[in-house]
T-cell receptor, first 115, second 118 residues
């Protein structure tokens, strides 16, 4: 079956612009996570959705970052007034069960470059 | 303070030999889960193995095993019979909360780059 997909795969934008990153999770997965991975680092948590609602958005760095998942499936991460420091790979993951061994399946990521 | 520490930025191993990738963690929770992920150059994170804090036996998945030493707060990954395709970044991660770490986001270490030599 299809895995987690993310679009675009690469995004180049100018400082101050608005960008949207899309994540299409595995069908039937109720949980969806966004992470950000800077060069040479491990992924850092941004936000987690259970269904349509954001269960934990404590990782969002500031109010320029916002994410939605209106129908409990596809999610969009929105970044306003982009800054050069926002350049990173944005990873999306989804999972089905909430048991101890809940496996998060990751997408290929969107590489964002802010010039 | 770092919650996940991976002290080996890079490791080399000869093909067909075993290699151990180190991971130590810091938590005050009694219930948590530990994970290892592989990230090839393509960028996708691939789940390898899980160990719950209450599990008494070390987890194994094929050529992967997790050497879990709870008192030392270490969760080292052992890869047996290394293959060229094992060359990648390896990340240790932890999830706190819930039974065996069933709730919450993953907290990742900085990773170890493994290179397998032919």
């Amino acid at each position: 079956g299809a895995g987690v997909s993310q679009t675009p795969s690469n995004k180049v934008t100018e400082k101050g612009k608005y960008v949207e990153l899309r994540c299409d999770p595995i069908s039937g997965h109720t949980a969806l996570y966004w992470y950000r991975q800077s060069l040479g680092q491990g992924p850092e948590f941004l936000i987690y959705f259970q269904g349509t609602g954001a269960a934990d958005d404590s990782g969002l760095p500031n109010d320029r970052f916002f994410a939605v998942r209106p129908e409990g499936s596809v999610s969009t991460l929105k970044i306003q007034r982009t800054e050069r420091g926002d350049s990173a790979v944005y990873l999306c993951a989804s999972s089905f069960s909430r048991g101890p061994q809940e496996t998060q399946y990751f997408g290929p990521g969107t590489r964002l470059l802010v010039l | 303070a770092q919650k996940i520490t991976q002290t080996q930025p890079g490791m080399f191993v000869q093909e067909k030999e075993a290699v151990t990738l180190d991971c130590t963690y810091d938590t005050s929770d009694q219930s948590y889960g530990l994970f290892w992920y592989k990230q090839p150059s393509s960028g996708e994170m691939i789940f390898l193995i899980y160990q719950g804090s209450y599990d008494e036996q070390n987890a194994t998945e094929g050529r992967y095993s997790l050497n879990f030493q709870k008192a030392r707060k270490s969760a080292n990954l052992v890869i047996s019979a290394s293959q060229l395709g094992d060359s990648a970044m390896y990340f240790c991660a932890m999830r706190e909360g819930g039974y065996g770490g069933s709730q919450g986001n993953l907290i990742f270490g900085k990773g170890t780059k493994l290179s397998v030599k032919p």
